[in-house]
């Protein structure tokens, strides 16, 4: 009987244990912490480089852009008559310059008939066969023609030059017009758009934003209590606040070195003078369903 009784206690001692391990053990299979989804990148924001008035606006929240990809236009000041006024000098140079060219070759033509006329008669006032004078009105000519022909080519060189420059402020007109133009930063989704035609908007304003939501992050807090069981390369299973179903998985990609205050992802304020937060980083997969800006549970595996 006194066998039955030690043979009783050791087997209602050891289902004892088996039920502490076992409520023991889920605290230590799993970590939890709280996170929000976010956009990887952040949120871009639309802005204008200059102060203007809204003219044409060319997307709606919801529409999906390419980096680069005209947003809407400004009213232009004077810039757009500036680039036609620069374009039509430019033009004028341009057909002076081929003018010019066009004098040029006529000219040098008849410079070769002077110097050979020149060349005849010196040759002929060395052998006394041609006078002074003739030899030297020759060689006049001559002179003349050289100096017409360098003044030409140096009214070549300075409309070239005159070309270069009107081009410089050409180049410099149409950057100044891509200003009157608002353009995606990022690929993206438009979340928000805060503008209408004929406002008037400057480079502090804020027009609205591009997501891109096919990049997400999780930005989670562990509790301090908890913040030495969590590591790279851990997995995690994802669900949203209040709610059991697993709507993702992922892995911990970022861990902080350090601890820091709670944000308003714990809502009790007072908690955040008693304890602070380990936060990291988690990359759902590919095939996680997860709404930018949610609040989401994630139980660390450790």
Not at 73 to 86: A, F, M, N, T
Not at 207 to 224: C, F, S, T, Y
Request: negative net charge; contains cysteine; hydrophobic residues 35%.
């Amino acid at each position: 009987m006194l066998f039955l009784g030690l043979f009783g206690c050791n087997n209602a001692e050891k289902e004892k244990t088996k039920e502490n391990q076992a409520a023991v053990s889920p605290v230590y299979q799993h970590v939890i912490a709280i996170g929000k989804v976010l956009p990887e990148d952040g949120w871009v924001q639309i802005s204008s480089a200059i102060s203007a008035e809204v003219k044409e606006i060319f997307v709606k929240e919801g529409d999906e852009v390419e980096e680069g990809e005209i947003l809407m236009k400004l009213k232009e000041s004077s810039v757009g008559l500036d680039i036609k006024q620069s374009e039509a000098q430019l033009e004028s140079l341009r057909s002076q310059h081929q003018s010019s060219i066009s004098d040029l070759a006529k000219e040098e033509i008849i410079l070769e008939e002077l110097r050979s006329k020149y060349e005849i008669t010196k040759a002929l006032y060395e052998r006394n066969a041609e006078t002074k004078e003739n030899a030297q009105k020759d060689l006049s000519n001559l002179k003349q023609q050289q100096e017409l022909i360098a003044g030409l080519k140096s009214q070549i060189r300075a409309n070239q030059a005159s070309e270069r420059e009107q081009s410089i402020v050409i180049s410099k007109n149409r950057e100044n017009l891509k200003d009157f133009q608002v353009t995606a930063l990022k690929k993206g989704i438009i979340s928000e758009l805060n503008v209408q035609l004929g406002q008037t908007v400057n480079s502090t304003d804020d027009l609205g934003k591009i997501v891109n939501n096919q990049n997400i992050i999780i930005e989670a807090e562990v509790d301090e209590l908890f913040a030495d069981s969590v590591d790279v390369g851990q997995l995690v299973d994802i669900n949203l606040v209040g709610k059991t179903a697993v709507i993702g998985k992922g892995k911990i990609i970022y861990v902080s070195p350090t601890l820091m205050n709670k944000s308003i992802l714990f809502e009790t304020s007072n908690e955040a003078e008693d304890r602070r937060v380990r936060r990291i980083r988690i990359e759902p997969d590919s095939n996680s369903s997860l709404l930018i800006n949610s609040k989401v549970e994630c139980r660390i595996k450790i």
